[in-house]
């Protein structure tokens, strides 16, 4: 499984050395704000899903492109090896990304481009964590199942309902709960980090697993040709 | 165990295509040419084989072990070529070698670099930059590194050219001196076996024509040339195929003496070569 790790990076090496350019993008971004020290959170993230999920794409479309999952799959290796390390990757691809978010803040304050911007903070991780799994969550299913091209349409569509759903039904529960959800919300919100971190952490584990079943079920029982 | 790939009763079917009830046997130290016109099922036997589709019916045995179950340890021992190029084309040779290396076992690097100084293929040369056949022959390096026990090839020569159709071939006839290395090969360029081939293994249509010995078909088939006069519809119902013109018929038996009983010295009996058997199998009854 670690060889095919390995194998998604090397395939990627040049699409590695384009993502360097956005770094200097990121660095204009934050010498130009002037609420730097405020976009910390929002940085890290960004950082993380962008590259993450460019990388996620890129490893799918190289074997897609060459039809490789053929030549894979008539390798000695499992079929559940490809997709958990395809799912590992997520891991290896968050701390890329994440790299890339701390070297851009780094240079940002040692050489005084913008306002100080902080290092992250556990919260920053979990977010930027929580990210980049929904993307990849939503994103390996629908590749094994459909292959990369209609996934890049179905993603998009996922990935903005998984963020319309819950808003939607938010305002729904609202609308007709008088008040119970709204308070349900205030006092989740108002109970210690560590609980919140722990669920969100939780709901995301889900999110993860339930996936990755998903996408095994999918790709045991596929026809490669 | 001299059964190195055992094949019964396999069955798959798509929309528009099946599959069905296909058997044979290759032992060890042979050469298995497996024909059929484009289409007939090739490539899906072989993607079945080697797991990539999964079947609806029947069992694979390689050497020995359910193809399956036993999915790696048949893998490790499985040197594989296809029609087409399915590696990293952005890659070089050496970084293509890197990714897959690590996968087998017995990967012997000494192998890998012998075959590439004998087929001049540089390690550094991106594979896009490759021409079909060297990217055959890649293909063919990386197969014969792991010392693998059998060779699965599907459509190896197909677009390339006659030098590189007959160099290719000459390594499979030198690969086949070890006794212990077999090679199931599927062609629809039936002259690649008529020389080379051990066994053959004819698919038509999704169903099997006939595994046999070559030298047994080749000495059962014959094509039967005569006048169009000798011929009636019961004798023509002899025949697998027939050819007929104005000027008189060629047609192909699958029992030579019953056609020489049939004919007597009126017919002119000769040869028949894969590609006669193939084409008037394929083609049945036809008028020019």
């Known amino acids: 499984m670690f060889n095919l790790l390995i194998k998604d990076l090397i395939i990627q090496k040049k699409t590695l050395w384009y993502l360097l350019f956005y770094i200097p993008v990121l660095l204009l971004v934050l010498s130009s704000t002037t609420m730097a020290a405020d976009i910390a959170p929002a940085l890290y993230a960004t950082c993380t899903c962008f590259?993450?999920?460019?990388?996620?794409?890129?490893?799918?479309?190289?074997?897609?492109?060459?039809?490789?999952?053929?030549?894979?799959?008539?390798?000695?290796?499992?079929?559940?090896d490809i997709v958990l390390s395809k799912y590992l990757s997520i891991f290896v691809y968050a701390v890329i990304g994440l790299a890339a978010g701390i070297f851009?803040?780094?240079?940002?304050?040692?050489?005084g481009l913008g306002e100080i911007v902080r290092y992250p903070a556990s919260k920053d991780l979990l977010g930027a964590l929580c990210g980049i799994v929904i993307i990849g969550a939503t994103y390996y299913p629908l590749y094994f199942k459909f292959g990369g091209i209609k996934t890049r349409l179905l993603n998009v569509i996922v990935i903005m309902a998984i963020f319309l759903i819950p808003a939607g039904l938010v305002w729904l529960v609202e609308r007709y709960s008088q008040g119970t959800a709204y308070n349900l919300l205030t006092r989740i919100l108002s109970s210690p980090d560590w609980l919140q971190a722990l669920v969100i952490g939780v709901v995301f584990l889900m999110i993860f697993v339930v996936s990755l079943a998903g996408s095994l079920r999918i790709y045991e029982n596929k026809d490669i040709s | 165990m001299n059964e190195i790939l055992d094949v019964r009763n396999l069955a798959k079917n798509y929309p528009g295509f099946s599959l069905n009830n296909i058997s044979f046997t290759l032992e060890k130290g042979y050469i298995m040419g497996f024909i059929g016109p484009n289409g007939a099922g090739k490539t899906t036997t072989i993607r079945l084989i080697m797991n990539l589709l999964r079947r609806d019916s029947g069992e694979i045995k390689v050497f020995g072990l359910d193809n399956i179950k036993d999915e790696l340890e048949v893998k490790e021992r499985i040197g594989f070529v296809y029609d087409e190029n399915h590696f990293y084309n952005e890659l070089s040779v050496l970084e293509m070698k890197k990714i897959i290396a690590p996968f087998y076992s017995r990967w012997d690097d000494?192998?890998?670099?012998?075959?590439?100084?004998?087929?001049?293929?540089?390690?550094?040369?991106?594979?896009?930059?490759?021409?079909?056949?060297?990217?055959?022959?890649?293909?063919l390096v990386i197969s014969l590194s792991h010392h693998a026990d059998l060779l699965i090839l599907d459509e190896p020569t197909s677009g390339l050219d006659p030098i590189f159709r007959s160099e290719l071939l000459d390594i499979l006839a030198e690969i086949i001196q070890d006794e212990n290395k077999s090679i199931f090969l599927s062609t629809h360029l039936t002259t690649d076996l008529d020389k080379m081939a051990d066994y053959i293994t004819f698919v038509n249509r999704g169903e099997l024509v006939f595994s046999e010995a070559k030298d047994t078909i080749m000495e059962r088939y014959a094509l039967v040339k005569g006048e169009n006069e000798l011929l009636d519809e019961e004798l023509k119902r002899e025949f697998v195929g027939i050819n007929q013109s104005k000027y008189g018929f060629t047609g192909l038996t699958r029992d030579v003496h019953r056609a020489r009983q049939l004919f007597g010295s009126s017919v002119l009996i000769e040869k028949a070569t894969l590609e006669d058997i193939m084409l008037y199998t394929v083609r049945g009854n036809s008028h020019v």
């Open chain 2, 110 to 139: 000494s192998v890998f670099k012998d075959y590439l100084d004998r087929f001049e293929l540089s390690p550094r040369k991106k594979i896009k930059d490759l021409s079909r056949g060297m990217k055959m022959k890649f293909s």
């Open chain 1, 104 to 111: 851009i803040v780094l240079i940002n304050n040692i050489f």
């Open chain 1, 51 to 80: 590259i993450g999920y460019f990388l996620i794409v890129g490893a799918c479309s190289y074997d897609e492109q060459n039809r490789s999952e053929v030549f894979l799959n008539s390798l000695p290796i499992r079929r559940k």
